[in-house]
Antibody, heavy 120, light 108 residues
Framework: EVQLLESGGGLVQPGGSLRLSCAAS????????MSWVRQSPGKGLEWVSG????????YYAESVKGRFTISRDNSKNTLYLQMDSPRAEDTAVYHC?????????????WGQGTKVTVSS | EIVLTQSPGTLSLSPGERATLSCRAS???????LAWYQHKPGQTPRLFIF???HRATDFPDRFSGSGSGTDFTLTISRLEPEDFAVYYC?????????FGQGTKLEIK
């Protein structure tokens, strides 16, 4: 069964740091680009960041560029999102996502998400 | 960055009616790599249209996508009760791979 399982969410103070993880199983992780997508309370979906299958290509939304860092460990089938200097507006449920149908950076498969609250 | 603008923000219709949702891009979407997602409360979003007009095989054929370049449309020919949800478009042709703000399809 194809599965994405996020972890690492919680309460973080503005200006602090937090690292999210996404453990992948049921598919060949090393063949797939991955994305982080978030949904803030009462708002829509926002694509946050993406990383190619090898990790050679990395992309960010303007809203997080310079503060968040995406990475992956293909030996552990795990995707990461390092959140530095988070702001209140980064409060959201963060999902990792991928496509198992060759639609690179489309989101056919989603994890259930991990909730991040940025507050003092 | 490509900005996707969805309209209307909310669409109130009755079962059996036809729904037309719009997604307009601020610049041309590369290769028409435009996807539509259905999002219901408590569930993860579900991709059901890709490449602007290709429907996922396990999704009802009352759903259809059309358009190219900067103007895209999702049509639901005859609404069923289970179709009432929030719908998002996403372009996956050029980074950053942005979503529209969503259209809430609600029961009238």
């Amino acid at each position: 069964e194809v599965q994405l399982l996020e972890s690492g969410g919680g309460l973080v103070q503005p200006g602090g740091s937090l690292r999210l993880s996404c453990a992948a199983s049921g598919f060949t992780f090393t063949d797939h680009a991955m994305s982080w997508v978030r949904q803030s309370p009462g708002k829509g979906l926002e694509w946050v960041s993406g990383i190619s299958a090898t990790g050679a290509n990395i992309y960010y939304a303007e809203s997080v560029k310079g503060r968040f860092t995406i990475s992956r460990d293909n030996s552990k089938n795990t995707l990461y999102l390092q959140m530095d200097s988070p702001r209140a507006e980064d409060t959201a449920v963060y999902h990792c996502a991928t496509s198992n149908a060759g639609r690179v950076y489309a989101c056919d498969i989603w994890g259930q998400g991990t909730k991040v609250t940025v507050s003092s | 960055e490509i900005v996707l603008t969805q309209s209307p923000g909310t669409l109130s219709l009755s079962p059996g009616e036809r729904a037309t949702l719009s997604c307009r891009a601020s610049q041309s979407v590369s290769n028409n790599f435009l996807a539509w997602y259905q999002h219901k409360p408590g569930q993860t979003p579900r991709l059901f249209i890709f490449g602007a007009s290709h429907r996922a095989t396990d999704f009802p054929d009352r759903f259809s996508g059309s358009g190219s370049g900067t103007d895209f449309t999702l049509t639901i020919s005859r609404l069923e009760p289970e179709d009432f949800a929030v719908y998002y478009c996403q372009q996956y042709g050029s980074a950053p791979y942005t979503f529209g703000q969503g259209t809430k399809l609600e029961i009238k």
